[in-house]
């Protein structure tokens, strides 16, 4: 893993995902699991049940990644950093509608965007030569 930033990254945020996904379950009782305002993680970051589903997942995802391989590391990481891209920037849109299923919040976003950063940063930046698509044929 030492020689591998992708893995290093994927399951660094891996766990730190599934942590947050763990104690944001903490803060979120009586909280509906959609519900478009949510509890307070660390006093400023807003979740719902769904949201920290959500965390889980991409927590879990990041983590198998990590200690799988580098190529399924910087694949997951360009994936994820991805859609961490798009939700931190559509996320400033979906604040006070009925479409904010996740109950984000500023905090949030910008959280979402730096992790697309450094995900994206490390998956598409680092490891040139190993190949993120899984390909049935051998060469």
């Not at 699991?33 to 965390?55: D, K």
């Amino acid at each position: 893993m030492r020689q591998s930033p992708n893995r290093l990254v994927a399951t660094i945020f891996g766990a730190v995902y599934l942590l947050v996904g763990l104690l944001g379950f903490a803060v979120t009782g009586g909280v509906g699991f959609i519900a478009t305002q949510g509890g307070l993680l660390l006093g400023i970051f807003e979740v719902n049940p769904l949201h920290n589903v959500a965390h889980l997942l991409v927590g879990a995802a990041l983590l198998i990644a990590g200690l799988a391989s580098a190529r399924a590391a910087k694949g997951v990481n360009i994936t994820i950093g991805a859609v961490y891209l798009l939700l931190g920037v559509v996320g400033f849109f979906l604040v006070g509608t009925m479409l904010n299923i996740l109950a984000l919040n500023t905090f949030d976003h910008f959280l979402h965007l730096a992790s697309a950063l450094v995900l994206l940063g490390v998956g598409l930046g680092t490891e040139r030569g190993v190949n993120p698509q899984v390909s049935g044929r051998t060469a």
